[in-house]
């Protein structure tokens, strides 16, 4: 399939970067979000599920649809639907309908990372990983932009809301661009050989302990944008202006950790640098989680570095393991990432309701440990499996 490579890369990087634009909008404004609708933490953390409830079906549905269809049509629903949600959110009071719009928004998270994951792996086969990162980079990117346009809007006493229609405009040029940007329709795919290669993922131990991984440390990493915030202020009596400060630092850390990655990776197998981030990372969680001050404050900002790379990096290495399905792959991932951001967001969000955001924030810290725990214990297996596939 040919495109004009050049305009459906940045098209795609760019769409990424407004996934992380719109987790730490809502991160940020979750406060206000709360007095706006006037509800409880509790039902604001029903509002987050129901997104990640849509983010984890249209992550499979569009990875599946990946390895079938052209890739940037399914990366422009995604921008379709996510800028859809953008103009209808919060338009109303009504707690039912600002329920399906999350779960619109999660449905355009999903397509859009899912599409453009797999569009990149297409047309870019080898350095999978450093690509994957450098395309994460820009989820960072717009992590970082996130919380500094909310706090700007809140700061000047303007209209918050006038940040997530600006997203949604710029969302629809972008759907534009992917429509315009050429392709041909795909070649005849043998739907046998891929419903082959896919009943083997299923039955992967490997691959299903990469899945589990992700599905514990990216759920952590998406509770940490929606939910620090909240953590900081409530937990550490920081104001909303330094806590959103916090949550920059942290993006600014991802895309520094993306960009050492997309390096280390060209001289150093992909199971490594997963392992040592995740020690990393369950450190950094631990310190913020018992420290304070400014010690809580660079636990958060360095956990950023931690997390950046584990990510994206499965992601290449699962596409190492399945090329011929590495749509299917990569959605798989993306769906167990999504459902654990539902179970860990709601678990936080819950045990915070019942006692207080202290306890709510272990379950993160225990998530990480426990992800952390099930790589080392296979990681002699994984790594052995990616020598092998490099060397074919």
């Known amino acids: 399939m040919l495109y004009n490579r050049s305009v459906v890369t940045i098209a795609a990087f760019l769409s990424l970067a407004f996934n992380g634009l719109t987790f730490t909008f809502v991160g940020t404004s979750l406060p206000l ?16 599920t129901l997104m990640q409830v849509g983010f984890t079906l249209f992550s499979l549905v569009a990875g599946i649809l990946s390895d079938r269809f052209r890739c940037e049509r ?3 629903s995604g921008c379709l639907l996510l800028a859809l949600s953008s103009f209808l959110f919060c338009t109303t009071p009504l707690f039912g309908f600002n329920i399906m ?12 990372l899912s599409g453009s ?28 932009l996130g919380p500094l346009m909310m706090n700007l809007l809140i700061a000047q006493e303007r209209n918050w809301l006038v940040g997530y229609r600006l997203a949604g405009t710029i969302l629809l040029l972008l759907a534009l661009t992917l429509y315009l940007s050429g392709g041909q329709t795909p070649e005849y795919v043998n739907r046998k050989v891929i419903n082959s290669h896919l009943s083997k993922l299923l039955h992967d131990r490997q691959f299903l302990v990469i899945m589990g991984v992700n599905c514990l440390t990216t759920g952590s990493q998406v ?14 009596a920081y104001s909303l202006s330094l806590a959103g400060i916090a949550l920059s630092l942290y993006s600014v850390a991802m895309i520094i950790g993306r960009l ?49 790379g584990i990510y994206p990096t499965s992601l290449a290495l699962s596409g190492i393991y399945y090329p011929q399905v590495a749509g299917s792959a990569l959605g798989l991932l993306s769906t167990v990432s999504g459902f654990g951001s539902i179970s860990i967001c709601w678990l ?17 810290v225990l998530a990480c440990l426990t992800g952390l725990f099930f790589f080392q214990f296979n990681y002699r297996a994984i790594q052995s499996r990616e020598i092998g596939c490099n060397l074919k």
């Open 223 to 236: 509770a940490l944008l929606l939910l620090g915030v909240t953590f900081l202020i409530e937990t550490k």
């Open 348 to 364: 936080t969000t819950h045990i915070a309701g019942l006692t207080d955001m202290q306890m709510g924030f272990t379950v993160i």
């Open 101 to 112: 719009i999350f779960f619109m928004m999660g449905a355009g998270l999903g397509c859009i």
């Open 33 to 48: 979000i709360r007095t706006h609708l006037g509800i409880t933490i509790d039902q604001a953390g029903n509002l987050i």
């Open 117 to 144: 994951n797999s569009l990149l792996i297409k047309i870019y086969p080898v350095r999978k990983g450093s690509i994957l990162n450098i395309h994460h980079v820009f989820f960072g990117l717009g992590s970082l």
């Open 74 to 76: 399914i990366l422009m």
């Open 260 to 308: 050492l990655c997309s390096r280390l990776l060209r001289n150093i197998n992909h199971s490594t640098v997963i392992l040592t981030l995740m020690w990393m990372q369950v450190i950094c969680l631990l310190v913020a989680w018992s420290g304070t001050g400014w010690i809580c404050f660079l636990a958060i900002v360095m956990s950023g570095l931690t997390i950046s």
